[in-house]
């Protein structure tokens, strides 16, 4: 049975990954990673992310205006777009690896241990590619939870909260571990191929089939 749940462990590795690289990519480019909502003009709600800032009215729809200078930006957003950068990246490039290393794929079935080396390294990439949209989200919601509970602000001064960017962000990462740690649980399986138990059995079936031509009179 776990030749034959290997090939779909694999298989759910990659899916699972492959949507938490998708989630980390939208998480980089949403402008909700804050959200401000103003008690004197609830008609408005002010969104702040990695690339602009946004205002969201009732009537008028989405507005919103790209960041002037990356230096001008506060330190978590800075890191921010550093880190999500370095997730997409290293997601795109574990899903090509691990992807060459399935068994699935038929391209290079009989080199199991370099197919082996790809789904490991494509698995550490996903690894590192959900600890790098997990930290960035978590370092702008502490900083937005400080900020919140700061009493040296005024009670008057809206406080900025939550956006949807990071529970996305959080999802994405936890997909691309997920991912990343099934991959590797079928490195761990001592299991031996399928195609190799095939060319086992005809081996031993050409073997059988000498002998019996040996030992006819």
């Known amino acids: 049975m776990a030749l034959v749940y290997q090939p779909v462990m694999q298989l759910s590795g990659i899916l699972v990954s492959l949507l938490g690289w998708v989630l980390s990519c939208l998480t980089t480019y949403l402008p909700q990673w804050k959200n401000l909502n103003l008690e004197l003009n609830e008609l408005e709600i002010w969104t702040m992310g990695l690339w ?3 205002v969201v009215q009732e009537e008028g729809g989405m507005q919103c205006k790209d960041f002037d200078s990356f230096l001008a930006l506060p330190p978590e957003l800075r890191i921010s777009r550093i880190l999500m950068f370095l997730s997409n990246g290293s997601g795109f490039l574990g ?26 390294f494509g698995g550490v990439l996903f690894w590192i590619s959900g600890i790098t949209a997990i930290v960035p989200v978590s370092w702008v919601a502490h900083s937005t939870v ?72």
Do not use: M
């Not at 690896?97 to 790809?118: A, N, T, V």
């Open 95 to 120: 899903l090509l690896l691990s992807g060459f290393g399935l068994d699935c794929l038929k391209i290079g079935e009989r080199q199991q241990e370099q197919k082996k080396r790809l789904l490991l």
């Open 52 to 54: 602009q800032a946004c």
């Open 146 to 217: 400080q900020e919140f509970w700061d009493e040296n602000i005024p009670d008057i001064v809206p406080r900025w909260d939550f956006g949807e960017a990071l529970f996305v962000g959080w999802l994405a990462g936890f997909c691309l571990v997920l991912g990343g740690s099934l991959l590797n649980c079928t490195i761990c399986s001592t299991e031996v191929h399928p195609s190799s138990v095939h060319y086992a059995v005809a081996g031993q079936q050409d073997q059988c089939q000498r002998l019996e031509t040996e030992t006819r009179p």
